[in-house]
T-cell receptor, first 116, second 114 residues
Framework: GAGVSQSPSNKVTEKGKDVELRCDPI?????LYWYRQSLGQGLEFLIY????????KSGLPSDRFSAERTGGSVSTLTIQRTQQEDSAVYLC??????????????FGPGTRLTVL | AQSVTQPDIHITVSEGASLELRCNYS??????LFWYVQSPGQGLQLLLK??????LVQGIKGFEAEFKRSQSSFNLRKPSVHWSDAAEYFC????????????FGAGTRLFVKA
């Protein structure tokens, strides 16, 4: 596609429910990143996929958070048993293989998650 | 561990005035440095990047940034700010440990007054 797409754009859920957020990266981009941006905060790194390598999960805040990337393309971020503090904008980005650090990231529009 | 510091949470400048947004990084080797902008209601967009070579880099929308190794800084500048520049600006460094993870600063929100 022309850019990174994310769905849904907005998600309102009740505390305790599970949610799935989807990211479609730019075709040909092997690297995919998930970030969380809380109100008035910077970008908090969550997880990073690169090709067939094991993902870097060092940023996931708890075991309620997980992500997968099927077929090296689409990624799904799952939050189980959501809490109010999970409310934030979840951003996805993709880039070409960062073999040299030259990895300009292209960001999607984000999914705004509200946990009531 | 690598880190990025943006000391100013928000800055207000008058339209037409010059702008400098500060960014300091902590990194053991020559870093790869980026500035991104997030305009209201829009996604993040790359303004400019530094990998090597000339330490003064030019970006889009009239922005530039200068890499100063001695000060571990990569400040963003614009000689004359436009109202449309009001946005949040993020400095970022790429870590070449653990697979080139990007570390973002907390951001600086720019307000432009008429």
């Amino acid at each position: 596609g022309a850019g990174v797409s994310q769905s849904p754009s907005n998600k309102v859920t009740e505390k305790g429910k599970d949610v799935e957020l989807r990211c479609d990266p730019i075709s040909g981009h092997t690297a995919l990143y998930w970030y969380r941006q809380s109100l008035g905060q910077g970008l908090e790194f969550l997880i990073y996929f690169q090709g067939n390598s094991a993902p870097d999960k060092s940023g996931l805040p708890s075991d309620r958070f997980s992500a997968e990337r099927t077929g090296g393309s689409v990624s799904t971020l799952t939050i189980q048993r959501t809490q109010q503090e999970d409310s934030a904008v979840y951003l996805c980005a993709s880039s070409l293989a960062p073999t040299s650090g030259n990895n300009e990231q292209f960001f999607g529009p984000g999914t705004r998650l509200t946990v009531l | 561990a690598q880190s990025v510091t943006q000391p100013d949470i928000h800055i207000t400048v008058s339209e037409g005035a010059s702008l400098e947004l500060r960014c300091n990084y902590s990194y053991g080797a020559t870093p790869y440095l980026f500035w991104y902008v997030q305009s209201p209601g829009q996604g993040l967009q790359l303004l400019l990047k530094y990998f090597s070579g000339d330490t003064l880099v030019q970006g889009i929308k009239g922005f530039e940034a200068e890499f100063k190794r001695s000060q571990s800084s990569f400040n963003l500048r614009k000689p004359s700010v436009h109202w449309s520049d009001a946005a949040e600006y993020f400095c970022a460094v790429v870590s070449n440990t653990g697979g080139f993870k990007t570390i973002f600063g907390a951001g600086t929100r720019l307000f432009v007054k008429a």
